[in-house]
């Protein structure tokens, strides 16, 4: 695949974020997650975050309390769907299209949220359902991983062929050293 210089630059700025975070000792799956955070990071400043979470208050003061439905935002700096988020904290609901819907109304739901929207606990919750399950036996299964980022991600374009999971292998892949060209 051929980069843009644009996307050379995009790329190399990544790698030099992913390898200040001490990349030498994590194992597989947390160079995933730390590839996933430098990502997003990167793709989503800190005023957009500001404005999901106002969106998020302002769904849950207006829209949640008259049919218990929120819609299945991704929030935080990992990027985690409201659907993970409430998996990991073990609360029921009903995913209809984009929408949940609760089976009790309760603020503190958004409390949990909001609590819960930058913890890795729950991205290792994710990556490790079957249907995730990517690094297995020190072997890595690419399809898998492809596949774990087409869900948790929708593989976001950059580019043309260069996607999240593009730019995540890169960043994983990159070994020890820094490429600028």
Known sequence: MILTNREKYFLLSLKNKYFRENFQSLNFVDKVILAIEVIEKRHRNILWRFFEY?????????????????????IGIYQLKISYILDFLNIEYTLNKKKIIT???????????????NE???LYKIINKNEFCFFNNGLINYKKLEYFIQEYSKNLPFGEDFNYFFVLKELINSGNYIDNN
Do not use: A, H, M, T
């Not at 769904?59 to 439905?69: D, E, R, V």
């Open 103 to 117: 089976y009790d109304y309760k603020l503190s739901i958004f409390y949990f949220i909001l609590k819960n929207r």
């Open 120 to 122: 890795k606990k729950v």
């Open 54 to 74: 106002i969106y998020l208050g302002l769904s849950f003061l207006f829209y949640y309390p008259y049919n218990n439905q929120i819609i299945n935002l991704s």
